[in-house]
């Protein structure tokens, strides 16, 4: 019987001896910044003629769309494509819709100057717009 707890003794000691040498390393992310990037057009860039054009359609189709006040555009050139979508509280005038949209817009694009993706959310309408398709 002094066998077995010497032999328990001698596990207890490596096991510790173990965990001592061998500390178990505990480390936490590191959440530093080292860049953040954000994409955007310039000027002359071909993205510039599609997101004109899918802004402009969906302020005017958006609110001739009677009891649905929801719309999606892509642009027509291929060289650069826009998507955009644009919806408005159904309990607006189409005129009261068409003027949210102008408001959300310049909101937009006064924040998200010369991105390739923005969104503004109004508390009647909304209206973003991406280099890619995507759902709401």
Do not use: W
Not at 57 to 66: A, Y
Not at 109 to 130: F, K, P, Q
């Amino acid at each position: 019987m002094g066998f077995l707890p010497s032999k328990i003794s001698i596990i207890a000691r490596s096991l510790i001896g173990f965990f001592v040498i061998f500390k178990v390393v505990q480390a936490a992310p590191n959440t530093n910044i080292t860049s953040v990037l954000c994409g955007i057009y310039t000027k002359g860039d071909p993205f510039t003629v599609s997101l004109a054009y899918v802004l402009d359609e969906l302020k005017r189709v958006t609110p001739s769309e009677q009891g649905r006040y929801d719309y999606h555009s892509i642009s027509p050139y291929p060289n650069a494509f826009a998507y955009g979508h644009a919806l408005c509280n159904r309990n607006l005038t189409s005129t009261d819709c068409r003027t949210c949209l102008d408001v959300a817009e310049v909101d937009m694009l006064d924040t998200c100057n010369s991105r390739i993706g923005a969104r503004a959310v109004l508390n009647d309408c909304g209206i973003r717009y991406e280099q890619y398709p995507f759902e709401d």
